[in-house]
């Protein structure tokens, strides 16, 4: 082997910017490196497959393996170790390629000859384009220094605009953009908005991908990075008036931005040849290889922080993109790939809808727009390559559905949407701080479901009787560390001023399943769902329960204090937790603090197996709250998280229904209050037919306590029944056909 190490690639890369300056065609270029790499790499074979659509690998240029197959040879992502590389967009390097798993033989190339195979995505910013391969007959390893610098060799055929006309890109940007287009999503936060398309990250272009001189590259990088750091400290100070969630989040930006692994490995990329915004580029393709490989929510989450900040650098950089002090135009929807919590924040409240194409309900960019209450959509697949600057878009978070470019009748239809949804609104507004009573009197009490600071404002603007759920770990998930119970007690202390003597179900922490603190050890589990979660958690780890009840104390400082622990399986789970509360309520009044002035003690019920609990738990528990969401996914063996099974079984089941009122009878035997607050009661239908199952408390997102209050003022809960009845006893599976019936006829 010729030159090892970063030399390998400084000289390599020389070559190659002489090529690139030449004039010539892409076909002549492609060819151009073949022959400079094998040359440089004494490696017999170098080739460049390229994608000319999302499952096709083609032979675009080969130094080495026969010329005839050039545009011939094609095969499959996945397939071959070819069509490996492109698929986990991960190099490949084996000396004895024949006998490596998904070996396959073109013979048409005559690659037959060649033993050892190193093979690395061509990559930009995470979309793998296309493969670049050496081979050489005797069976030899190929080393790191090696590895890397036909990565380096790879970002620069990655950035070569004409690629695009091998890669199907160029055809891509004209004809489609016309058309119209409908991306059916999930939904993230509800409403509807109508506005033009802000594209976040448009396509930064790069010149010059091979640096001059790495000195001078080196001090770019440094001037830009000095700058983000200012930025981002901008940002925080910003934030600052934002509440601590959102700071929370920008300490975690500032963190990266400081960060000497992240600076070390763009200068060392700088110092195998590449300029500072391929060097940038080089390591966000890694992190973006990363984060798609990466199972953990939260983990993704935190790489995809580190993603923001590289296009932060990327644009700085370059000079390109849209700067912070862009106006964002009137009627904004901004769309995205995914999107950090910084950047959302740096749009400010002006824009009228999210779309990305990524995102998790529970991510932080996600907590933002909620705050902000603007409609958002995610898992728009493929939507940042379909949409442009200032197409006409609209957003239905509702549904989860996106419409691109519509004709004339669905903006049509849309308009009357909005207009229906800005009438409702009025409607709801007026019956505000009316009880949510019956035709025939039967009085719902309706609470609503909270975690963030953001929500309290909602306890007025919702009518809300109290919070039926506060989801305490949502205060744990946005922080870097565990909170102390000081800053604990005084979250909770601006939850009960909020609330003004209304009630508060503070849960305890329902960690575990998908919600992972980055700071606590994780479990590596076959099936989070059931596994180490909830009270599970916190009866093994004391010191984090205590040092939350006290909190909770301390918070209430001589008010009534309602504690409810999440993920009830058993009642010996419940009495045990009980038992340290009571535990920490006497140490407390020995060290001589105020305690609540009275404690009610729930559970939550979303185990099927705590609804069949001995008759001493319904005596002893002050309340009981069903978790429907967990509930149902145990009732019917149907993970909440998996699209595929998650709407298979219907709510209104006659099994699932038949189930909830054979809880509510129970509950009502033992004069134990119950409550239903999972998603479902916030869906009118599915409210009304838990009432008429004997809930007579109901807790869901605010948003919906004006359509639910309204639902169950206009209907008859006697008839309700009897129409359920009828459709349980005719052996329908669900009873949603006949309910629909009945209350479009009325
Ligand atoms: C539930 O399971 O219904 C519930 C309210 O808890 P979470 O959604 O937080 O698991
Ligand atoms: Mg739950």
Redesign the pocket.
Known sequence: MAQKSGATSRTLLQRLRDTLAEDGDGQERLDHITVLVSESMEAQVCSVYLRPDRQTLELCATEGLNKSAVHQTRLRVGEGLVGRVAKQAAPINTENAPQTKGFQYMPETGEELYSSFLGVPIQRLGEVLGVLVVQNKDMRKYDDDEVYALEVVAMVIAEMKELGAFTGEGEAMTAPHQRAHLFKGGAAQEGAARGVVLLHNPKIVITNPVADDPEIEKKHLREAIDQLRLNVNDLLNASQSAGKEQQEVMEAYRMFANSRGWVSRLEANIDSGLSAAVAVEKEQSATRARMSRVPDPYLRERLHDLDDLSNRLLRLLTGQGRAASDKVPDNAILVASNIGPAELLEYGKNIKGLVLENGSVGSHATIIARAWAIPMVIHADNITREALNGDEILVDGDQGVVHLRADDTVVAAFKDKIAMLAKAQQKYAAIRTEPAVTLDGVRVGMQM?AGLMADLPSLISSGAEGVG?F?TELQFLLRNSMPKRSDLAELYARVFEAADGKPVNFRTL?IGSDKVLPYLQPEDEPNPAMGWRAIRVGLDKKGVMSMQLQAFMRAANGRPLRVMF?FVAQFDEFRAAKAMLDKVLENEKRLGHIVPSEIKVGA?L?TPSLAFAPDQFFEMCDFISI?????KQFFYAADRENERVRRRYDTLNVSFLTFIEQIAARCDLFETPVSF???DAGRPIEALCFVAMGLRNLSMRPASIGPVKHMLRKTNLEEARDVINEARASGQQSVRGAVVKWLNDR
């Open positions: 479901n759920l989801r329902d999440p939550m979303e978790g429907g969401n967990d509930l607050c999972g998603e």
